[in-house]
């Protein structure tokens, strides 16, 4: 019964740490889309203010120096925002993820981790990074019981537990078994 309830409770507890990770997993694309539509905003917001300290209307009392200064920054932050968006946009979707982890902005990804609303967006990438991260929560599982299994005591098979102590040594074959014979007794014999 134990043993059982022991096996029943380690695939209950395998298979939700899998799901865990799966849906975990699965919200790469989500919060990559999330974090892409930040960043849009973010290079909006630097193109309208470049544009401005362009023409002079952000900070009009500055020298020219200061404005040049200003422009070239902000021109810098442009480009910056433009060369991020455009590595997201331009690799297939079921990469999006790690592409954002190998580049991302850390502020706007704090801020998009701040206002992340977990979404499972019905595609076939969302769709491989959740069984992939299933099949990584069960491993995991499995690499998590390794320890435990490596000590626990072992225990014999029951068919070895069934085999007498002295199964090692060869069996002598049982003495043949003697059929009854018929025969004469003085008795029965008449002359």
């Given at each position: 019964?134990?043993?059982w309830l022991g096996r029943k409770l380690d695939s209950a507890a395998g298979a939700v740490f899998g799901a865990v990770l799966g849906a975990t997993a699965s919200q790469g694309q989500a919060f990559t889309a999330a974090y892409v539509q930040r960043l849009g905003g973010r290079?909006?917001?630097?193109?309208?203010?470049?544009?401005q300290a362009r023409?002079?209307?952000?900070?009009?009392?500055?020298?020219?120096?200061?404005?040049?200064q200003l422009v070239a920054e902000f021109a810098a932050r442009v480009e910056h925002l433009s060369a991020l968006r455009d590595?997201?946009?331009d690799v297939a979707?079921?990469?999006?993820?790690f592409a954002l982890l190998a580049q991302m902005d850390r502020t706007i990804a704090a801020a998009t981790l701040g206002d992340f609303v977990p979404?499972?967006?019905?595609t076939a990438a969302t769709a491989v990074h959740a069984a992939v991260g299933l099949v990584l929560g069960l491993l995991l599982w499995e690499l998590c019981k390794a320890p435990a299994l490596l000590l626990r005591p072992r225990r014999r098979p029951a068919a070895k537990a069934a085999r007498p102590r002295h199964a090692g040594r060869p069996q002598e074959a049982p003495p043949p078994r003697r059929e009854p014979t018929l025969t004469a007794t003085p008795t029965d014999r008449r002359e």
């Open positions: 019964m134990v043993g290079l909006d917001e630097a193109v309208m203010v470049l544009q023409d002079g209307a952000l900070l009009p009392d500055v020298s020219t120096a200061t404005r040049d590595a997201l946009v979707p079921l990469w999006r993820p979404a499972l967006p019905l």
